[in-house]
């Protein structure tokens, strides 16, 4: 029983208030409390020491739980709460998220930093002094912006000249996540520039492989480029997909100027429009040991069975994400929580 606490046999409400501790001096989690019959707790702005899914709660007949703002660690279904006759569970205003967040940052590790990079070759590739942008290049520029909370210092744009190679390892390795997007271009020159090019693979790779950090790759072209004549659904010759993608083989763009659903593995559907500045372009992917994060049933399939557009792979420190759906075509509202499904994907698995 709780030292102190007086607590009756027939019922109790405890409330702790923010960063208090509770009325024995002892933390919340460490309290023992008695087998009751009724029971109301009431958690505000978190005063845990540890989250709450880790408290080890009487098993009441009743129960009424209230969660104030963000007491939590991990999504409600990670809660174990005791076996009550009748449950209320009430969660105030940002008690939860919306969608998995970034994993908070251990003390003393460096804040999240994303380096943009531009490379869907529209105007201001063409000429950086000039001030049009695509419509990749607003979406994307908007996205970072709030993945970092609208910190301008924790980003920053790398514009990558038409059919160039982009930055390499010594300016990625400056960023925790790197964002790198081709917009519609496919095709283009042996060296593969139109889209991740063969010296940007040499310098994602050993980005990958050195830092630990991410890299969030939006370009259905890239498969195109990649999966030459020689590759099938089940096979590639091309060492970076297979390697570091973690993708077996696929059909690069084997759907274009449609629109489209991708849905994610919890059921989530996003509409992706036919595109207008951008076309829109779908390139199917078949994983090889890499998680999926969008799946699409194409408009010309006959059994209508979804298949992999968006992927996830761990590769040597860090962990590489293929986006194959022109991302920037979904509608307004999908884009904001369409993007927490990549960044969630970024995080090493615990």
Request: aromatic share 6%.
């Amino acid at each position: 029983m709780a030292r102190g606490l007086g607590l009756a046999a027939l019922g109790a409400t405890v409330c702790i208030a923010a960063h208090a501790q509770a009325p024995s001096g002892t933390p919340l989690e460490a309290l023992q409390l008695p087998p009751l019959r009724n029971l109301t707790l009431t958690l505000q702005a978190p005063p845990l020491a540890q989250p709450l899914e880790t408290l080890q709660l009487p098993a009441p007949r009743d129960l009424t739980l209230t969660l104030q703002p963000a007491p939590l660690a991990k999504p409600i279904e990670a809660l174990k709460l005791p076996s009550s006759r009748a449950l209320t569970l009430t969660l105030q205003p940002s008690a939860l998220p919306l969608a998995p967040p970034l994993a908070a940052p251990q003390a003393g590790a460096s804040r999240l930093r994303i380096l943009l990079v531009d490379d869907d070759i529209s105007d201001n590739n063409h000429n950086p002094k000039d001030t049009r942008l695509s419509h990749s290049d607003k979406v994307f520029r908007q996205l970072v912006a709030d993945a970092v909370g609208g910190d301008a210092g924790a980003w920053a744009i790398e514009i990558v000249g038409p059919y160039a190679s982009g930055p390499g390892f010594e300016r990625l390795s400056r960023f925790s996540l790197i964002v790198w997007y081709t917009g519609g271009s496919y095709g283009g020159n042996p060296d593969n520039t139109s889209v991740l090019g063969i010296e940007d693979e040499k310098s994602v790779r050993r980005y990958l492989e050195q830092t630990g950090g991410a890299v969030i790759l939006v370009s259905p072209g890239y498969a195109s480029k990649v999966l030459g004549a020689d590759s099938t659904w089940e096979k590639s010759s091309w060492p970076f997909l297979s390697e570091v993608m973690g993708i077996r083989g696929g059909n690069g763009l084997a759907q274009r100027f449609l629109p489209g659903t991708v849905s994610a593995p919890d059921g989530t559907k996003f509409e992706v429009g036919k595109g207008g500045a951008v076309e829109s372009q779908f390139s199917l992917v078949n994983p090889k040991g890499a998680s999926v994060l969008f799946s699409t049933v194409p408009t010309a399939s006959k059994d209508r069975t979804p298949t992999p557009v968006a992927t996830a792979f761990a590769y040597g420190r860090g962990r590489m994400v293929y986006v194959g759906f022109t991302f920037e075509n979904l509608g307004e509202r999908d884009l904001a929580p369409a993007f927490r499904h990549l960044l969630a994907a970024t995080q090493k698995a615990k």
